[in-house]
Nanobody
Framework: VQLQASGGGLVQAGGSLRLSCAASGRAFSTSAMGWFRQAPGKEREFVVAISRGSGTSTVYADSVKGRFTISRDNAKNTVYLQMNSLKPEDTAVYYC??????????????????WGKGTLVTVSS
């Protein structure tokens, strides 16, 4: 499985961006998908996850609840992260990830099966 993230860029505080993660392989619909981020000088942290299949279950980090929305399109093998009301502290490299575990379990990096290359999001104040 290969994951390719895109959509990062520079945006002003209060603005929006939408990240995409395209997955290769047939296992997409049977995998939970998620996003992590890593800010300069900090450890990688969990952002959000969506369950396999129709994605009826989602899990969000407290820091992004109400501002970020994850969704998936199994026909396109793609997961999206809509980020609104961006803050300078959202600045980070964002990584998509897939897991055979549940969306809830994706909060622990040991449960991640595949990582994509990151895409940089920079939020200016």
């Amino acid at each position: 499985v290969q994951l390719q993230a895109s959509g990062g860029g520079l945006v002003q505080a209060g603005g929006s961006l939408r990240l995409s993660c395209a997955a290769s392989g047939r296992a997409f619909s049977t995998s939970a998908m998620g996003w992590f981020r890593q800010a300069p000088g900090k450890e990688r942290e969990f952002v959000v996850a969506i369950s396999r299949g129709s994605g009826t279950s989602t899990v969000y980090a407290d820091s992004v609840k109400g501002r970020f929305t994850i969704s998936r399109d199994n026909a396109k093998n793609t997961v999206y992260l809509q980020m609104n009301s961006l803050k300078p502290e959202d600045t980070a490299v964002y990584y998509c990830a897939s897991s055979r575990a549940s969306a809830q379990a994706m909060g622990a990096m040991r449960n991640i099966d595949y990582w994509g290359k990151g895409t940089l999001v920079t939020v200016s104040s």
